[in-house]
């Protein structure tokens, strides 16, 4: 489980303790009788430890104190089970685990569903950013209006031809303020809607989620691998972790090449720029033009210009 999601299950059974607390209070407030029979069901249970009660006993003594209780809240019209344990989740009681029979531990159902939703948050698609919201006018040369819409149809028939380029990989390449995430969102939301399996993350996003991975002792890359498209926005950005990043770019272009799975990376780094960073090895896999459509915006930057 990542840290992020042990923090989430942390906080809830808080959050339900809290709320149990409070119940507990409000009735041992309006009926001392609560408050004494928690005293005796302690008392049962202290006796228990020490061996003075046989667990038969106990267990009868347990039940008739819970049906007292039950009572009680009944004539108070709450529900009888009003000051048992709350839990969101009754199956792993919020721990977000299951052991199974075999004694092994997995994660529940709704910490699975969590996980998804986190990803699809993570993956941070932005709906208004679409082909179809696509506006020229936001270009502020006629040199850049006619490489903007060139742009635009490389990028629609790339998303086209999604989830099987005849190329893999499109490389967008550009100084900052160009509109490469643009496109980038755009391809990636046009695989959302062919119902293609796509995460979109920054490169920042994705090692610091190794990262995270790596100290909850969790192999964090699989998502990256295993996604049927992955768009790696900014990289060159990201922090440059001796052992992880140069490794983890590698991972992800070696194991995503090999299963053909396109990649779509965004970068304001020009060719010198990628090898100098991350090396020879790395770099040459970026531009390998058997596998990948490079393209290069050039111009002013738009968001100075149009604002
Ligand atoms: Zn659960």
Do not use: W
């Not at 249970?45 to 009572?71: C, D, F, Y």
């Not at 090999?258 to 970026?286: C, H, K, Q």
């Amino acid at each position: 489980m990542t840290n992020e999601l042990k923090r989430y299950y942390s906080d809830l059974r808080d959050k339900n303790k809290r709320l149990h607390d409070q119940r507990v209070e409000e009735c041992e407030r309006k009926n001392p009788r609560f408050a004494a029979l928690a005293d005796e069901r302690n008392q049962v249970l202290l006796q228990l430890a020490s061996g003075k009660m046989t667990p038969a006993a106990v267990k009868s003594r347990i039940g008739m104190i819970g049906a007292e209780r039950a009572n009680l809240l009944i004539r108070m019209n709450l529900p009888g089970d009003y000051l048992d344990p709350i839990y969101s989740c009754p199956h792993c009681e919020d721990t977000g685990e299951v052991t199974e029979k075999s004694g092994k531990t997995t994660l529940c159902s709704c910490a699975r569903k969590k996980q998804q939703e986190r990803m699809i948050a993570g993956s941070r698609i932005n709906k208004e950013e679409t082909f179809d919201r696509f506006s020229e006018a936001i270009y502020p040369t006629e040199e850049q209006k006619k490489q903007g819409l060139g742009m635009k149809r490389f990028c629609e028939r790339y998303a086209a031809s999604l989830p099987r380029p005849e190329k893999p990989n499109l490389l967008i390449v550009g100084q900052s303020g160009l509109g490469k995430s643009f496109f980038g969102n755009a391809i990636a939301f046009a695989a959302i809607e062919k119902n293609i399996p796509t995460l979109k993350v920054t490169a920042y996003q994705c090692i610091q989620s190794i990262l995270d991975g790596i100290d909850a002792r969790e192999d964090a890359i699989t998502p990256y691998l295993s996604t049927q498209l992955l768009v790696l926005d900014d990289l060159g950005t990201e922090p440059m972790v001796p052992n992880v990043t140069i490794e983890t770019v590698f991972r992800i272009l070696n194991e995503r090449g090999a299963s053909r799975f396109p990649t779509v990376l965004i970068t304001n780094l020009d060719r010198e720029g990628l090898f100098e960073r991350y090396g020879e090895r790395v770099a040459s896999r970026m531009i390998d033009g058997s596998l990948t459509s490079i393209v290069v915006l050039r111009g002013d930057n738009l968001r100075t210009r149009t604002r």
